[in-house]
Structures are given as structure tokens and as C-alpha cells.
């Protein structure tokens, strides 16, 4: 069943603001389509991207250029904005995408058959820092979020918030102490009891993702996974990680085709790993991570 969008009265002046900011961000992509920059984006034009979707006027016009070929994506198939999941898998980066390729292979079909994928850089090789730059399109430096506690403290907003703000409910399942800053802010919230048992912790961000998926009526969804992320760091078999991860993507996946929804998959910093030889750990801060854009 189709999510109905609802959109509330605007004032006059926010009207004339968001009329300019569609008309900038044109502009620019007419001069500058997608196709002539290849391998250019950013994780910070998500948040950018789904303002542009919603029609929701962000709190500071300094972020980057919305993608293109997202919104032509999103707008062929739900003119009307439909219900948008966006999903971080923690660690999963263009090296891992591509090696784990045979147990990704949910990811790897949502890219070929029923959307395509991305290139983005990313801004952090941290997750707090990284995934506040993703939900508000800043950079670290701008947004100040590098901790759990900095997100209550932060006068930034997220797309989530601002969405809430202008007559858009959205919704949140992620770790327990980075979910407790956003209660009442949104319109739901569930927070996960973070525990050695990374996979049971992923199963349970996943089963409650796909109940606020079919339960709520919601405009934007985030959720955060981090199996991969969590092997990666205590060096265990990767390739296990990807399988679980995959078969959790899968019945996601399911959820929003099932409500005729949006699905947006992307990681969030390069993996740490470490180097056989030396045991460095690989911290690159301009990594490429997949963006993958579906309509499952």
C-alpha cells in the first residue's frame, strides 16, 4: 500500500525561499548534469537530495548540489514522494561492496535490476561524525556531532527533524544512547540496547525497521546496521558479516516494496581494517562508499 504524502500550509515568505532554492539548484544541475562529473559525489548530498524530494526548505542554503539522477530516479516512479528508507551499513565501503560481492548479492541486485549505484566520498572515518554529515548534509567541522552526546547538544538539525518541523513525520531505529536525543523530536523512535552480540543486535534493528515500515505511516526512515563494521574491527570472517548483512538488506528490501517505498542504501566510512604486515589501520578520510538507490 502506497504512503500517502501530506503536505501542510507554508508561509508566504517560506514559499518564496524554497522557490529560489529549487531554482538554484536547476540552474546548476543544468549546467552541470550528473553524467560530466563522474565518480564526483558526496555523502553530503543526501540530505540535500531528500530535501529536494520532500520539498522541505533546509535551515542553512550552504550544503552541496542535490543529485540529479536520484530525483529523476524518485520522481519517475512516486511523483508523489513516498515513503523513503535510508539505510547506513556501517564500514561498508567500495572495496568491501565489490569483494564480498557473492555474499552482497541482495545489495548487488537492488543496484542492477531495480536501481543503480553511486560512488560517494566520504567525510569521516568515524561513524557519529560520519552519519550526522549524511542526515544534515555538513561537514564535521560545521555540524559538531562527533560524539552520541553531541547530537543533543548540537543547533544543527537534521533532515529528519527539519521534515518534522515542516508537517513530515519521520522515524529513527539505531543504537539506544544515539536514539535518546531524538525522542520527541520525531515521530518515532526505537532505540537498541547495544550488546556483544552484533548480530543479534542487527536482527533486532531489523526486524523493528520493517514493523515501523509497515506500522507507521512515515515520510523518511533511518536505520543503522553494524555487523560489518563490528567483524571488521575484531578482524573475524568478513564474509560472514556480509551474509548476515545481505540477508537482513533482504528482508528490508521486502518492507519497502511492500509499501511501494523508496530505498536508499549507503555506507559510511572506509572499513578499519588492518594490514597484514604491519597492522596499520587503513583511516582514509576521503574513502568511496556505494550509494545504492532502488525502488525494490
Known amino acids: 500500500m502506497a504512503t500517502a504524502a501530506v503536505f501542510l500550509p507554508v508561509h508566504f515568505y517560506e514559499l518564496k525561499i524554497y522557490d529560489l532554492y529549487m531554482m538554484s539548484w536547476r540552474c546548476i544541475l543544468m549546467l552541470k548534469p550528473d553524467q560530466t562529473v563522474k565518480n564526483s559525489f558526496s555523502l553530503l548530498q543526501i540530505a540535500p537530495t531528500l530535501a529536494v524530494y520532500f520539498h522541505i526548505a533546509l535551515d542553512s542554503p550552504a550544503r552541496p548540489r542535490p543529485i540529479k539522477r536520484i530525483l529523476e530516479f524518485a520522481y519517475a516512479r512516486y511523483p508523489t514522494p513516498h515513503t523513503v528508507l535510508l539505510l547506513v551499513v556501517d564500514s561498508l565501503d567500495m572495496e568491501l561492496y565489490y569483494e564480498l560481492g557473492n555474499e552482497l548479492r541482495t545489495l548487488h541486485r537492488l543496484a542492477g535490476q531495480d536501481g543503480f549505484m553511486l560512488e560517494c566520498e566520504t567525510v569521516s572515518n568515524h561513524t557519529t561524525p560520519a552519519i550526522a554529515s549524511i542526515l544534515t548534509g555538513l561537514t564535521p567541522e560545521s555540524h559538531g556531532i562527533l560524539t552520541s552526546a553531541d547530537v543533543g547538544r548540537s543547533t544543527r538539525k537534521s533532515i529528519l527533524e527539519l521534515m518534522e518541523d515542516q508537517g513530515r513525520k519521520t522515524g529513527a531505529v539505531l543504537e539506544k544512547k544515539g536514539s535518546e536525543p531524538l525522542i520527541g523530536r520525531l515521530s518515532c523512535v526505537y532505540g537498541i540496547s547495544d ?57 528490508i528490501a521486502d518492507a519497502v516494496s511492500g509499501i511501494e517505498g523508496l530505498l536508499l542504501i549507503c555506507g559510511d566510512h572506509r572499513a578499519h581494517l588492518s594490514r597484514a604486515s604491519s597492522g596499520e589501520r587503513i583511516v582514509d578520510i576521503k574513502a568511496k562508499v556505494p550509494l545504492i538507490v532502488a525502488a525494490p
Do not use: P
Request: hydrophobic share 40%.
Open 195 to 251: 550488546c556483544a552480540d552484533i548480530v543479534e543486535y542487527d536482527r533486532q534493528i531489523t526486524e523493528h525497521t520493517i514493523s515501523m515500515l509497515n506500522k507507521h505511516r512515515l515520510h523518511l526512515i533511518f536505520a543503522h546496521i553494524r555487523t560489518i563494521d563490528r567483524f571488521a574491527h575484531r578482524g573475524w570472517d568478513l564474509h560472514r558479516a556480509a551474509r548476515i548483512t545481505d540477508r537482513n538488506v533482504s528482508e
